[in-house]
């Protein structure tokens, strides 16, 4: 049974700064250096147009073996039906990296996962971005400036030698540059506890840009550190609003940064839906606050997710804590389970869903006419030092 809200998004207080950026800016006129792009150049077809469905199958077959298309778990429905194949982050990375035959690579998605595929790819392979105005808002929340400032503050408190960078895949091509550039490696929600593993053998703290929720997560759940053995660098604050003192002994120096989407579960939500449904089992993504996902019963990735739900046995009940798409399809994909979300209130990604299906037939049909548009392109330097670090990860065990 599929018990998913439709109640109207309600603003809860979070622990943590609001994105500097308003939502509002999305698309029109926004930061050309942030996640978030320009105005779309090209005329999209009308949504209400019947024909959209037909349009999209027409032009990729018409691109035949010369498009690939790959579909992030939280795209829409009428997206998702049209990817070649679907994944998290990890996945969609290997998968992009493993088509060099493909000469285009249609990501639906946002911004930094095309920087990635287009990192991963040969430099005559073309990547495109159907909206450029999907980006990630946590991503916007480290810029190359800031973690520039951020590395001078740790090398004054005479650590920066001992400290290794690990960037979450949610991150711009400038970011994950900075992270190979000193050593360190990227990390995906899948593998963040292989990745501080091993930067733990290359040096002895770590500076976990930019969710912190994440960093924290693995380093107390699956490091075994304790709470205290992280701080939160706040690259609004002069040093980050950190002493030296608490610099150099802190393991975990982390971004304070976080995914406004996974930010609205709370422990209430958690409290709520036990009491609602006895026997629920709580399974959330580690992007949750730490609180959430201390009391939720499992954790992982959105792969992880549809794995645990496909091995689930019929009649187990399950609250779910990540991207209302993604939710919603695991609930349609088993009648035998009861899945819900996790909060009461609708949590749909704004910038995911940007992708829709007037600009996948306007990405499509332009392709299929000769007509390269919203390419994703890194520049070669950049690209060779995030290349490092996306390799760095693509290496670990
Ligand atoms: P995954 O790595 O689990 O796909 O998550 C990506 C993401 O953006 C989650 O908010
Ligand atoms: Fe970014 Fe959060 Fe959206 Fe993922 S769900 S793309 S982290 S804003």
């Not at 939502?23 to 949504?47: F, T, Y």
Request: include cysteine; charged fraction near 25%; aromatic fraction near 6%.
């Amino acid at each position: 049974m599929c018990v998913v809200t439709t109640a109207q998004p309600r603003t809860e207080s979070l622990d943590v700064q609001p994105t500097p950026l308003a939502l509002l800016l999305l698309g029109r006129e926004a930061d050309p250096r942030s996640e978030r792009g320009v105005e779309c150049p090209g005329d999209l077809p009308s949504p209400s147009d019947p024909d959209l469905v037909e349009r999209a199958r027409a032009a990729k077959e018409k691109l035949g073996e010369r498009v690939f298309v790959l579909g992030h778990h939280y795209q829409r429905d009428e997206v998702i039906q049209f990817a070649d194949v679907t994944g998290d982050s990890f996945k969609l990375a290997r998968e992009a990296a493993a088509r060099p035959d493909a000469e285009y690579i249609v990501f639906c998605g946002v911004h930094f996962m095309a920087e990635s595929a287009d990192i991963l790819t040969s430099a005559d392979q073309k990547v495109v971005l159907p909206d450029l105005a999907a980006g990630c808002s946590m991503a916007d929340m480290a810029t190359a400036e800031q973690v520039a400032e951020c590395w001078d503050v740790l090398t004054d408190a005479g650590i920066a030698e001992r400290v290794v960078p690990v960037s979450y895949m949610n991150s711009s091509a400038d970011i994950k540059a900075f992270t190979g550039k000193h050593g360190g490696t990227i990390c995906t929600s899948s593998n963040a506890k292989k990745a501080l593993d091993w930067a733990f053998e290359q040096g002895e703290q770590v500076l976990f840009l930019p969710d912190q929720h994440l960093g924290r997560n693995t380093a107390v759940r699956d490091l075994g550190m304790s709470l205290d053995d992280c701080v939160l660098y706040n690259p609004h604050k002069p040093n980050g609003g950190l002493t030296v003192e608490q610099l150099r002994a802190a393991k975990m120096i982390l971004w304070r940064g976080h995914c406004s989407v996974h930010g609205r579960f709370s422990i209430d939500s958690v409290r709520d839906v036990r009491e609602r449904i006895p026997g629920v089992n709580v399974l959330v993504h580690p992007e949750c606050k730490h609180e959430v996902v201390t009391a939720a019963d499992y954790v992982g990735s959105t792969e992880y997710i549809i794995k645990v739900l496909d091995a689930a046995p019929a009649g187990s009940k399950w609250a779910i804590g990540t991207e209302l798409n993604l939710v919603r399809r695991v609930a349609q994909a088993h009648p035998d389970k009861e899945v819900v979300f996790l909060d009461r209130t609708v949590c749909f990604c704004s910038t995911m869903n940007r992708i829709d299906l007037p600009h996948l037939v306007w990405a499509l049909e332009s392709l299929a006419e000769g007509n390269l548009v919203n390419q994703i392109q890194v520049d070669s330097e950049t690209e060779s030092f995030a290349k490092l670090a996306l390799e760095r990860m693509l290496a670990l065990p």
